[in-house]
């Protein structure tokens, strides 16, 4: 089992000083993270992608190159890429040069994106989401898939004889996740083509989560891709953790109480019942996190939000030592334990690798 | 057979809920005189304000709140009743609509009415209540009932009914529509209506 974190990128006052950082200070604590990812022993790191303040990530593999150059086995990832207003051509060609600079630690997380103004923007009709997720998505997997393609579709220009470079490495293309909160569409699309599915259910009750992984393991299983058990399913988690549970409950609290998306809603104390975050000792996160496997089985990728809502770079680098330290150690081994053996794990680079080899031998 | 009433009055007691509370029972007299025994529940969405506004805020119900929204959805007649604010349904009245899936009311028999200083508002039922609710495509009952301060005190005369023939005739009209749906319509689980929209969906 995987486990990393995934980031906003949001730029966002730290509300005990109402110091704001600089755009320049948010990036480089970005990346400050994503290597204490590593050295805390975590997995993954996935950035956001965002085209609009107060965000600052719009160029995913810019950030990600450069962390790959700085790193030695971290998987880098986003969540979500936009598969609605991307070119699905530079998707191709970014994705996969980002591969081999980081030698195959690459996979992605496709997300329609929720932000009405970003699909005008890019010259896109908000009205065509799905439409643009479908057939953008076929085409990116045709580029990755064929060396030269000839294609025509309705949302851009035709291509003929085009071949996306550079080719993916070793010829496999990144694996790919399909990030989703509230659309069954987007379980179908990657049961459909036996793909990743990333509930982000960090703001949802534990019950709407199960039902959607449930409808994607069901249907991965109805197109062919095997049993409903051997779907890659991702979760999502927030939690903000101190020795002393109250002693995290009160740091934590105005954080959480200006947060974008839910601050000045509920108390955290309902918000804490109502959706997987939690506040508390490691221990409470260690047994909160166990409880997920019984909303939707044995999982493959569980990716914290650690970093947003103006939380101090220092903190959140002290929240990654007692995650990497404290807490991740522990859910690897009682998630190992009763998780039968023939439950994939997440495809890697070396994994999809071994599979071609042996269908092509 | 379900009955589910939506009342907005925000004090204890008030007289919304007493509109309420009458429209209710005039439906349930109708339906019983045709045979009917509805189960009646009241949404008092005083006590859900809080819940209303974090879901605002989150994007998904507490659980309260998510129980009255079945309720609602669930429904085979239903009553909704709001005092009259800044010349229109009250803030609190709309918000709970605007939190309902957009497609839960379709169909769906409805008696609208509301509450007031002064009989002056009482058009706020055809002005702004009345067109809410057809958009959401519910079925309007044609007698709105407002019940105006004065209303409580006083009775018909020769131009006009009093409150109680406004209500009367209001709840049999909810009544017979209720009557005249077809009964045992159970609410198709989330997953088979998933199941049937992935069906229209081809991905290649």
Avoid: C
């Amino acid at each position: 089992m995987q486990f990393g974190i995934f980031t906003v990128g949001d730029v966002t006052p730290d509300p005990t000083n109402g110091r704001t950082p600089t755009e320049r200070e948010r990036i480089k604590a970005m990346v400050a993270i994503a290597l204490k990812a590593e050295e805390v022993g975590l997995d993954v790191f996935a950035t956001g992608e965002h085209h609009n303040p107060p965000f600052v990530p719009s160029s995913p593999t810019t950030m990600l190159g450069y962390i790959a150059a700085r790193t030695e086995k971290l998987i880098l990832s986003t969540s979500t890429t936009l598969i609605t207003t991307n070119d699905p051509v530079k998707i191709a060609e970014d994705y996969a040069m980002l591969q081999h600079l980081a030698d195959g630690r690459v996979d992605l997380m496709l997300g329609r994106g929720n932000t009405g103004p970003v699909y005008p923007w890019f010259g896109q009709d908000i009205r065509q989401g799905i439409n643009l997720a479908k057939e953008n998505y076929a085409l990116l997997r045709r580029l990755w898939r064929e060396d030269v393609v000839d294609w025509e579709g309705t949302f851009r220009t035709p291509l003929q004889a085009f071949t996306s470079t550079p080719r993916p490495l070793d010829a496999v293309p990144p694996f790919v996740w399909h990030g989703s909160i509230r659309s069954p569409e987007v379980a179908e699309q990657a049961a459909f083509y036996g793909d990743g599915f990333f509930h982000n259910n960090i703001f949802w009750p534990a019950d709407h989560t199960r039902r959607m992984v449930q409808l994607y393991r069901r249907r991965f299983a109805h197109h062919g891709h095997g049993r409903p058990e051997d779907a890659v399913v991702g979760l999502g988690g927030q939690v903000f953790m101190r020795k002393n549970s109250q002693d995290a409950v009160r740091e934590f609290r105005p954080y959480f109480d200006n947060a974008p998306v839910y601050g000045h809603g509920p108390s955290l104390e309902d918000f804490t019942e109502q959706t997987p975050l939690t506040v508390g000792s490691p221990q409470q996160v260690i047994e909160r996190t166990l409880s997920f496997r019984e909303s939707v089985g044995d999982y493959q990728r569980q990716l914290f939000l650690m970093d947003h809502a103006g939380l101090p770079l220092k903190t959140v680098l002290e929240q990654l030592d007692i995650l990497g330290e404290e807490v991740v150690p522990v859910l690897r081994e009682e998630f190992a334990k009763g998780r039968p053996a023939d439950v994939p794990e997440a495809p890697t680079h070396a994994s999809l690798r071994a599979v071609r080899e042996v269908s092509a031998a | 057979m379900k009955l589910i009433v939506v009342s907005a009055g925000l004090s204890t007691p008030s007289s919304t809920r007493l509109l309420a509370d009458r429209l209710a029972e005039a439906a349930r007299d109708e339906l019983a005189a045709r045979g009917q025994a509805p189960s009646t529940q009241v949404v008092e969405l005083r006590e859900l304000a809080g819940d209303i506004a974090n879901h605002l805020v989150t994007g998904f119900p507490p659980p309260r709140l998510s129980a009255a929204i079945d309720a609602v959805t669930a429904a085979d007649g239903l009553i909704a009743v709001t005092p009259v604010f800044a010349a229109s349904y009250s803030g609190l009245f709309k918000s709970f609509f605007d939190v309902i899936d957009p497609d839960a009311l379709s169909g769906k028999p409805l008696l609208i009415a509301a509450t007031g200083g002064t009989a002056r508002h009482s058009l706020v039922l055809e002005h702004a209540v009345r067109p809410l609710f057809s958009y959401l495509r519910a079925v309007v009952v044609p007698t709105a009932v407002f019940a105006a301060s004065e209303d409580w005190g006083s009775g018909g005369d020769e131009y006009t009914d009093g409150l109680p023939g406004r209500v009367r005739r209001a709840g049999a009209e909810l009544a017979a529509l209720m009557a005249a749906r077809p009964v045992g319509e159970e609410p198709e689980d989330d997953v088979t209506i998933l199941e049937r929209q992935l069906a229209d969906l081809r991905f290649d």
